[in-house]
């Protein structure tokens, strides 16, 4: 069964994963199979609280298990791999190679050094329609902070994620719905790959999707992330080491239905790559 993240108080989570498929994937962490109208997308809800009328609406989230895909073979799950250790030693790798791998250990040393020294700004703006590129960089550098502080390199922006984010956004706006899944079944890995990002379907690759909305001072790139890393499932997408690029979209207003007409944003955030 998938793990549910029990719901924060006033709030609930909504993220979906996606990591590349391992060879022989622990049996532990695969989840039954994949629904016919989601065959490449696996999601697990959990329901949360809401505000009293007139509140400010906490950050929303709902949570999610996992998409895998690797070239020809599929399979779900609801955490990162855990590797096991290897029984017989791997052969010494001969002088070169150590100098390569120390060389890009350095450059990864320096690249996490530098994030942690670049303070984030903006992180406590009211998304609205002026400021929405200063809300997007602010997200980016908190969630970049967080893997420095994990270890792992920064994600860089890649405009066909971002174009997959914002489509989904606008759409949840429009509709009014907050879902992974669109009303009509489109999922995540429908959008990336609409987007262009996934280039052919003999390429695997390495998909997850983290989504909030909160109103007021709650909307704030600050509120928002703070309450995706209090999520295991959220915190999974932003610390999965095999993501290399992402794509965020910030709407200055929440579903409406949702946020009972107050003033707030949605936020949608794709991690991804692509493994040839």
Same mark, same amino acid.
């Given at each position: 069964?998938?793990?549910?993240?029990?719901?924060?108080?006033?709030?609930?989570?909504?993220?979906?994963?996606?990591?590349?498929?391992?060879?022989?994937?622990?049996?532990?962490?695969?989840?039954?199979?994949?629904?016919?109208?989601?065959?490449?997308?696996?999601?697990?809800?959990?329901?949360?609280?809401?505000?009293?009328?007139?509140?400010?609406?906490?950050?929303?989230?709902?949570?999610?298990?996992?998409?895998?895909?690797?070239?020809?073979?599929?399979?779900?799950?609801?955490?990162?791999?855990?590797?096991?250790?290897?029984?017989?030693?791997?052969?010494?790798?001969?002088?070169?190679?150590?100098?390569?791998?120390?060389?890009?250990?350095?450059?990864?040393?320096?690249?996490?050094?530098?994030?942690?020294?670049?303070?984030?700004?903006?992180?406590?703006?009211?998304?609205?329609?002026?400021?929405?590129?200063?809300?997007?960089?602010?997200?980016?550098?908190?969630?970049?902070?967080?893997?420095?502080?994990?270890?792992?390199?920064?994600?860089?922006?890649?405009?066909?994620?971002?174009?997959?984010?914002?489509?989904?956004?606008?759409?949840?706006?429009?509709?009014?719905?907050?879902?992974?899944?669109?009303?009509?079944?489109?999922?995540?890995?429908?959008?990336?790959?609409? /987007?262009?990002? #996934?280039? *052919? @379907? &003999?390429?695997?690759?390495? %998909?997850? !999707?983290?989504?909030?909305?909160? +109103?007021?001072?709650?909307?704030?790139?600050?509120?928002?992330? /703070?309450?995706? #890393?209090? *999520? @295991? &499932?959220?915190?999974?997408? %932003?610390? !999965?080491?095999?993501?290399?690029? +992402?794509?965020?979209?910030?709407?200055?207003?929440?579903?409406?239905?949702?946020?009972?007409?107050?003033?707030?944003?949605?936020?949608?955030?794709?991690?991804?790559?692509?493994?040839?």
């Amino acid at each position: 069964m998938c793990r549910i993240a029990t719901p924060l108080a006033l709030a609930s989570i909504l993220a979906c994963a996606g990591f590349a498929a391992p060879a022989e994937a622990p049996a532990a962490t695969l989840v039954s199979p994949l629904p016919a109208h989601a065959r490449d997308f696996a999601r697990a809800a959990s329901a949360g609280g809401t505000a009293a009328p007139g509140r400010h609406h906490r950050p929303r989230v709902k949570s999610g298990c996992a998409v895998v895909k690797h070239h020809t073979r599929s399979a779900r799950r609801c955490a990162p791999r855990r590797t096991k250790p290897t029984r017989n030693p791997a052969p010494a790798a001969p002088p070169q190679q150590h100098s390569v791998v120390a060389g890009a250990k350095a450059s990864q040393s320096v690249t996490i050094a530098k994030v942690l020294a670049t303070p984030c700004q903006n992180t406590e703006l009211t998304p609205e329609a002026a400021n929405l590129a200063l809300v997007r960089a602010a997200i980016l550098c908190l969630v970049n902070t967080e893997r420095a502080q994990n270890g792992l390199d920064p994600l860089e922006t890649n405009p066909r994620l971002e174009a997959a984010a914002e489509s989904h956004g606008r759409e949840m706006i429009s509709v009014d719905y907050f879902d992974h899944v669109s009303p009509s079944g489109v999922t995540p890995v429908d959008r990336v790959r609409g /987007a262009g990002y #996934i280039p *052919s @379907p &003999e390429d695997g690759y390495v %998909i997850g !999707e983290n989504l909030a909305w909160g +109103t007021l001072s709650l909307s704030t790139p600050a509120s928002i992330v /703070a309450a995706w #890393i209090a *999520s @295991p &499932e959220h915190l999974a997408n %932003i610390l !999965e080491g095999k993501y290399r690029e +992402t794509g965020i979209d910030v709407e200055p207003e929440a579903p409406a239905s949702l946020a009972e007409h107050v003033q707030g944003a949605l936020y949608t955030q794709e991690f991804g790559v692509v493994v040839h």
